[in-house]
């Protein structure tokens, strides 16, 4: 042993600084050949393909749009979150497919695509979007059936006689 570190600042020295870090951290674009940022989003059984690319704002669901597949205004709210705290309400144009599952685990299923392709088009947008949680996927499903059961934990109906 040459030097001896007693500290941590002599240990940072000895790593080479801090631009390998740097390096790491830092995200690129995720564009296909038309230009476009894909993601897919997951939630329950609904699985939703997301395309997102510069346009007028117009956010069409399996052909349709998002007012009108998604009648509900809670389920139309749920959508267009990740866009309105990216302040890129009117920017982008976005097509989705979305199958599986009810209506609520599909609007869940949008939003956590539209977060995902969002940061592959602006990956300094991760930030923002992480912190409200619209990244993680949520792993919450329905649980099975069991033997000797009505249904995953209801038991059958005692009767004395």
């Known amino acids: 042993m040459a030097t001896e570190t007693k500290t941590l600042d002599d240990l940072a020295s000895l790593k080479g600084g801090t631009s390998a870090a740097a390096e790491a951290t830092a995200r690129t674009q995720k564009l296909d050949k038309l230009g476009r940022a894909y993601a897919t989003g997951k939630r329950k059984d609904a699985v939703a393909r997301v395309w997102l690319k510069?346009?007028?704002?117009?956010?069409?669901?399996?052909?349709?749009?998002?007012?009108?597949?998604?009648?509900?205004?809670?389920?139309?709210?749920?959508?267009?979150?990740?866009?309105?705290?990216?302040?890129?309400?009117?920017?982008?144009?976005?097509?989705?497919?979305?199958?599986?599952?009810?209506?609520?685990?599909?609007?869940?299923?949008?939003?956590?695509?539209?977060?995902?392709?969002?940061?592959?088009?602006?990956?300094?947008?991760?930030?923002?979007?992480?912190?409200?949680?619209?990244?993680?996927?949520?792993?919450?499903?329905?649980?099975?059936?069991k033997y000797g059961r009505v249904k995953a934990r209801r038991s059958f109906q005692f009767s004395k006689r």
Do not use: C, W
């Open 54 to 145: 510069p346009g007028k704002g117009m956010i069409t669901v399996n052909d349709k749009d998002f007012k009108v597949y998604f009648a509900r205004p809670v389920l139309q709210m749920m959508l267009q979150q990740p866009l309105s705290i990216a302040n890129r309400a009117s920017q982008y144009d976005i097509r989705i497919t979305v199958t599986g599952g009810g209506l609520s685990g599909q609007a869940g299923a949008v939003r956590h695509g539209i977060s995902k392709a969002l940061t592959y088009y602006e990956p300094d947008l991760r930030g923002v979007l992480k912190k409200q949680g619209f990244l993680t996927r949520d792993s919450r499903t329905v649980e099975r059936k």
